[in-house]
Every structure is written in C-alpha cells, then in structure tokens.
C-alpha cells in the first residue's frame, strides 16, 4: 500500500463546477498536511495547509480527518485556471527529521 | 514566501558524464533540504535528504554512489548525478524547509530539467 494515495483521475468539470479530492495516508503518526498545485513542467506550488479543525481560503477548503486518516480538498466555483495536478503532501515528522511523502497527484480540468 | 534557487535550470549531456545541480535557498536559511526526482506524468519521489553538515539520509533504491549529495552551508545543496545514463533523464526539484509562521513549510526550487543523451 502506498504511504499517500490519491485517485490520479483526471477530473475533468465544467467552470463554475465543485469539485473534491480526497487523499488517504498510512502512517498515523502524521503530523501535517498540505495541498500543493502543480503546473505542467513546473514546480510544486504550496495551496494551502491542512489543519485539523479544517480551513478555507477563498475557494478552497482543506479538511483533515484523524481518525480515518484522509485529507480533502474542495474547490468551488471552478476557473480554468484551476486546471492542473494538485498534490496531497503527508510529512510523518518526528523530533529528529522531517519525512514528506506526496502522494502521485489528481489531474484537474476545467473546461469552459 | 521565501525563495529557493536552482541551477542549472536543464541540462543535455552525454552518457557517461557527471552532471551537478545546485539548490539555493535565497532569503533563509536551511538546515534541512530535500531532492526530488519526477519522471514524465508521475508524481515527486524523494530521493534524499540532505542536512547541512552531516552525511545525506537516502531513500530505499537511490544509489547514494550515483547521487552525491552535498549539504556544505546553511543556504547550498548540491546534488551531482555520476556517469549519468539515459534513464536518468527526469525532472530533479530540491526543496528547503523553512519556517512559515508556527510551521515548518517546503519551499521548492523550480527545478531542473535533465535529459542524457
């Protein structure tokens, strides 16, 4: 089983439309999660963090579920610009190191 | 947000040459920095953790005799891939972790781009 799995899609939605991901982590020992984006060709880019009480920015919430270990993303009010491969990142820190896995990523399309 | 530079930003060599990639962090400093390798259509695989002073802490399956890794300050890493081979063509991204308010956060260099001939 892999340490992040995400479901590697594509999604492929019409603007304006709601979307969701989900992502689940193995090691319950996890400390924190983000959300990355990433482009065609270009780096990760961090979208947001995922805190436990569950955060939004704009058009984005993030939600962190312990107890069944997922993380999920809601994004609303699609653009085109949305479109790329968003990226659950799991760091299993402990007191010594860092260790950030990502997961394979879940391709986005938005279509006009 | 903080910086983190990388350079080359790609690179074409021949088979059998040695390839160096650095990773700076511009505007912090790292103690920790990271090496990714990303192949066409899959998602980051960390290869190696590199912390400033100390030997690198490689990942199951990477070769650290292949992969040299050089952590010499506070701000560089350096990731040299030896006698490169076609199938070492990918996508090689560092990153630095650095704190962001009360969190450690990634701060990823843009990347370099590596095709062997």
């Known amino acids: 089983r892999k340490e992040v799995e995400q479901d590697p899609g594509p999604f492929n939605v019409p603007e304006g439309a709601t979307v969701a991901f989900n992502c689940t982590y193995s090691?319950?020992?996890?400390?924190?999660f983000f959300w990355y984006r990433q482009d065609c060709r270009k780096e990760p880019k961090l979208l947001m963090s995922?805190?436990?009480s569950g955060n939004e920015d704009g058009r984005f919430t993030a939600q962190l579920n312990r107890a069944s270990q997922y993380i999920s993303l809601l994004i609303r009010d699609s653009k085109l610009s949305d479109s790329a491969t968003y990226l659950c990142v799991v760091n299993a820190e402990d007191s010594s190191a860092s260790k950030i896995i990502f997961g394979s990523g879940t391709r986005l399309s938005i279509r006009p | 947000g903080a910086v983190v530079s990388q350079h080359p930003s790609w690179v074409i060599c021949k088979s059998g040459t040695s390839v160096k990639i650095e990773c700076r962090s511009l505007d912090f400093q790292a103690t920790t920095m990271f090496w990714y390798r990303q192949f066409p259509k899959q998602s980051l695989m960390l290869m190696a953790t590199s912390n400033e002073g100390s030997k690198a802490t490689y990942e199951q399956g990477v070769e650290k005799d292949k992969f040299l890794i050089n952590h010499a300050s506070l701000t560089l890493s350096t990731l040299t891939v030896t006698s490169a081979h076609p199938e070492d063509s990918s996508f090689y991204i560092c990153?630095?972790?650095?704190?962001?308010?009360?969190?450690?956060?990634?701060?990823f260099g843009p990347g370099t781009r590596l095709t062997v001939l």
């Open positions: 090691n319950s020992a996890s400390q924190s």
């Open positions: 990153s630095a972790e650095g704190l962001a308010g009360s969190y450690n956060e990634q701060f």
């Open positions: 995922v805190y436990s």
